[in-house]
């Protein structure tokens, strides 16, 4: 809704990390206003160019879309060192989208092959890495302001 008031030099940028098809129907009213709109994956990007088509939108608007995929590149010369472990933390919730499940096996599979990397997890993250993989995690408790 703050979209319409904002000046055109603004940059406006829309992350978008799920489609769905039905919330979209309310944000679409504001496309005009975005300079680009980011995706996470090549999926939500094809689904919005679908949806964006039974719309007719203009090429302009589709043009705007870009796919960034979740993740990083870990240059070898970080996991490399000695006596000074790579630190990959998890700040957030632990539903099932942010597919922390895997980070147990991952920090296994890290630890097995003498990588020097230490995985601490923080927030409420109940149950949502099994056994025997927790072993390979730190965890911390949920901050509260």
């Known amino acids: ?34 300079k680009h ?10 689904d919005l160019l679908d949806y964006y088509a039974t719309l007719h939108l203009t090429a ?7 796919v960034i995929e979740n993740g990083v590149e870990i240059p070898t010369m970080y996991l490399t060192r000695q006596n000074i472990p ?8 632990g539903t099932y989208e942010k597919r922390l499940h895997m980070i147990g096996q991952i920090a296994q599979r890290c630890l097995q092959n003498n990588l020097a990397v230490q995985f601490t997890l923080i927030g409420s993250i109940p149950d949502t890495i099994s056994q025997p993989y927790k072993d390979y995690c730190i965890f911390k408790k949920e901050i509260r302001r």
Do not use: K, M
């Open 1 to 34: 809704e703050q979209l319409p008031l904002l000046q055109s030099h603004v940059r406006t940028i829309d992350l978008t990390h799920a489609f769905d098809g039905a919330s979209e129907h309310f944000t679409i009213q504001y496309v005009t206003y975005l």
């Open 37 to 46: 709109r980011i995706v996470i994956n090549h999926y939500i990007y094809a």
């Open 60 to 66: 302009l608007y589709r043009d705007r879309l870009q």
């Open 86 to 93: 790579f630190q990959i933390i998890y700040l957030g919730r």
